[in-house]
């Protein structure tokens, strides 16, 4: 089973972007959350979400086409290598999110950058955040425009679920990282 240590290693092996780096710390707290709400293994759900996109910064415009071969051969698992393909359905494969992992993924890669891009607008960053406010924050299509709504609804569905309760699963799973992730606010200075 992937440890959160090998998936930090394999990822900060290819990944040197700090935005990059802040955008799987975000994914992984979200899926340590989400597993957490589905009964699953933390630590590995917060591995993969670490690990999802792995050849990103090196194939940006292939991105997900330089993944199984490369984290099979370092020895990772073929779940987990199959969730992480399935973040990018209908993006830039068709490798179909049937799990709760590889839905769970699907769902929160996006949401986490409207999470994270509406913590820097509060002074208190993530701390405290509501998903009532991040909702709305949802609907105008302008607020952080390049997160894919359309993926975000899909994954909800999906996963059965409602989009202010993931979004809620997700603020409070980032929240315990919000000084690693940089959305610790003025919280701390209180």
């Known amino acids: ?4 240590e090998r998936a ?5 092996s290819m990944v040197t972007e700090d935005h990059l780096r802040i955008h799987a710390l975000n994914v992984m ?3 340590g959350a989400m597993a957490e709400h589905f009964g699953e293994d933390k630590e590995h759900w917060m591995a993969v979400g670490y690990l999802h996109d792995y050849d990103y910064e090196k194939y940006p415009d292939e991105h ?4 199984e071969k490369e984290l ?3 020895g990772v698992d073929p779940e987990d290598v199959r969730a992480i393909l399935a973040h990018g359905y209908g993006i830039c494969n068709e490798v179909e999110p049937l799990t ?4 769970s993924l699907y769902t929160v890669d996006e949401l986490t950058g409207i999470i994270q891009a509406y913590g820097r607008l509060r002074d208190t960053g993530i701390i405290g955040m509501q998903a009532k406010g991040l909702v709305k924050r949802f609907k ?3 607020f952080a425009a390049k997160c894919d709504r359309a993926v975000i609804l899909d994954g909800c569905e999906r996963l059965g679920m409602e989009l202010r309760d993931v979004a809620e699963i997700c603020i409070r799973g980032m929240e315990e990282h919000a000084e690693e992730i940089g959305l610790a606010g003025n919280a701390e200075a209180e």
Do not use: S
């Open 1 to 4: 089973m992937l440890t959160l």
């Open 140 to 142: 105008d299509k302008r």
């Open 29 to 31: 707290a979200a899926m």
């Open 100 to 103: 709760n992992m590889e839905k």
């Open 64 to 67: 997900l086409h330089h993944t």
């Open 72 to 74: 099979l051969a370092e």
């Open 8 to 12: 930090k290693e394999l990822n900060d």
